[in-house]
């Protein structure tokens, strides 16, 4: 898949530490020693892809397996794969969909929730541990810019596209 790069602009500087620093912090999330630790306080092990779909469920709300797949951009096949898991954990269910009876919405449990805030209360406490001489008011500043790119992610394309 190839494109046009869009033109340089005035924040383009600004744009490159910006993705420099997201992808230390892919790094850092995902690195072994992290994810180890993550899952021992949390009690809860399970792989990085599990863990982005219940995120996506916690914070999309119940979405058909089509929609998510659109969402994040995979493979129907892929999704219901990583599901599986998810579903014999009890972390997600699946149910009728309410706006067209003949379809299924998958849903985060109470359970999901449970073991999704164990591991984020688990991540915050590394997190507080890495920047924990950072004033309060430039951690809000960097989650404000964080949240602007997971909004952008839960945007509906097609929604977008009419």
Do not use: K, N
Not at 22 to 41: F, G
Not at 82 to 93: G, H, I, P, S
């Amino acid at each position: 898949m190839t494109s046009t790069p869009p033109p340089p602009s005035a924040a383009a500087p600004e744009l490159a530490r910006l993705e420099a620093a997201l992808s230390a912090l892919v790094r850092w999330s995902e690195s072994r020693h992290v994810r180890a630790e993550v899952a021992r306080q949390a009690g809860c092990d399970m792989p990085a892809s599990a863990l982005r779909l219940l995120e996506h469920f916690a914070a999309a709300g119940p979405q058909r397996v089509s929609d998510i797949a659109e969402c994040l951009r995979v493979d129907v096949s892929t999704v219901s794969l990583q599901l599986r898991r998810l579903r014999a954990d009890a972390l997600v269910v699946r149910r009728t969909d309410p706006a067209d009876g003949r379809s299924a919405v998958i849903a985060i449990t109470e359970e999901g929730r449970r073991a999704l805030e164990r591991i984020r209360s688990a991540r915050r406490g590394l997190l507080a541990e890495a920047f924990g001489a950072t004033p309060p008011e430039q951690l809000g500043r960097a989650a404000d810019v964080l949240g602007l790119l997971q909004e952008h992610m839960l945007r509906d394309p097609a929604r977008e596209a009419r």
